[in-house]
């Protein structure tokens, strides 16, 4: 299985006698341990129902001798065994023997770095036990999945297409960030089913930090000058052009979509929509007034070609930063408010 799916297993019954933890992500690794320990602390005393041994505490006698060894007051013992990888190797045929044979009593958690589903261990293990994958995503669109599935799976909220890519803009793609986020944003949000785009810019990542939304306004009003100066120094505190440009590109995305509902549905509507916290609302309503609609089009390509010289291309961040503002200055109006 994989780590998305343990919550629903650890509600479907009985503990297996047997599980091996492996992959490269050490903060689903290290939540799999705890989902397992806490299954096991609910069902006796926590102080005797969980042995964990250390790498260099796990001798194979001691090991055995914690797996046939049941307290008084709980009906079985957890045995965890971190960074167990060596220990397996050393004493592979006395592990095989044991997983073959489990004592009905125990349950034995196995952490690995390598797992090759193709060994008599590894098939043991699913015969008897369970194996739980932990891996990091590797591509763009993984990300993406990977912060949705976990705040369904751990949070049991739902996080939008445009929620999740501005998490992973902000958190540059870093899973233990994003994981944190998320369970800020699940705070935030209280009893809401769904984290959107609105949450994730009102709160997430110290979101006032990045200044998006002031750089937006002075754009709207045709300062150059001034979106520029609060540019330079974001990035002089270390705040990287893919992340700048990333809440860029999420805030006019929300202009574009409010402006296209405000010609039909009012302004008022679209503000009330898509302005997120109360706060922006004033300033939220004042750029609508000043960026057209076929403004924010241009603007919103420009800002996609921005995202993507971020990412790929060889010229300084400054450089690439600077283009886009001069670009982006050129479509606001310094028109009064309506």
């Not at 290290?30 to 001798?59: F, K, M």
Request: charged letters at 25%; aromatic letters at 6%; hydrophobic letters at 45%.
């Amino acid at each position: 299985m994989y780590f998305s799916d343990l919550k629903k297993h650890l509600t479907g019954g009985a503990l297996k006698p047997v599980y091996a933890v492996f992959g490269n992500n050490a903060l689903e690794i290290d939540e799999s341990v705890g989902a397992l320990r806490a299954r096991a602390a609910r069902d006796g005393d926590p102080g005797l129902s969980v042995i964990e041994l250390a790498r260099d505490e796990q001798d194979l006698a001691r090991v055995m001798d914690a797996l046939g060894n049941v307290p008084m007051f709980v009906d079985y013992v957890m045995v965890v065994l971190r960074d167990a990888g060596e220990f397996v190797n050393r004493h592979r045929k006395a592990v095989e023997g044991y997983v073959e044979s489990p004592s009905p009593t125990a349950v034995l958690v196995l952490t690995v770095n390598r797992w090759t589903k193709t060994t008599r261990l590894a098939r043991l293990v699913e015969e008897h036990g369970a194996a739980i994958g932990c891996w990091l995503p590797r591509t763009s669109d993984e990300v993406l999945s990977w912060a949705q599935r976990r705040a369904r799976t751990v949070h049991g909220k739902q996080l939008g297409a445009g929620a999740a890519q501005l998490l992973a803009d902000l958190c540059q793609g870093d899973p233990g960030a994003m994981s944190a986020e998320l369970k800020k944003l699940d705070l935030y949000v209280g009893g809401a089913a769904a984290i959107t785009e609105e949450d994730v810019s009102a709160a997430g990542m110290s979101y006032g930090a990045y200044r998006p939304f002031d750089v937006c306004d002075r754009l709207a009003a045709g300062d150059r000058r001034g979106a520029l100066a609060v540019v330079e120094g974001l990035m002089a505190e270390g705040v990287p052009a893919v992340v700048l440009v990333g809440t860029l590109r999420s805030h006019f995305r929300r202009l574009l979509e409010a402006k296209l509902m405000a010609d039909g549905a009012g302004l008022s509507a679209a503000v009330a929509k898509f302005a997120g916290h109360p706060r922006e609302r004033d300033g939220f309503r004042r750029q609508l007034t000043r960026f057209s609609a076929d403004a924010l089009v241009r603007a919103h390509r420009q800002l996609l070609d921005a995202d993507l010289a971020a990412k790929t291309s060889r010229y300084p961040e400054r450089l690439i930063v600077e283009r886009l503002l001069l670009a982006l200055s050129d479509q606001g109006s310094a028109a009064p408010v309506a």
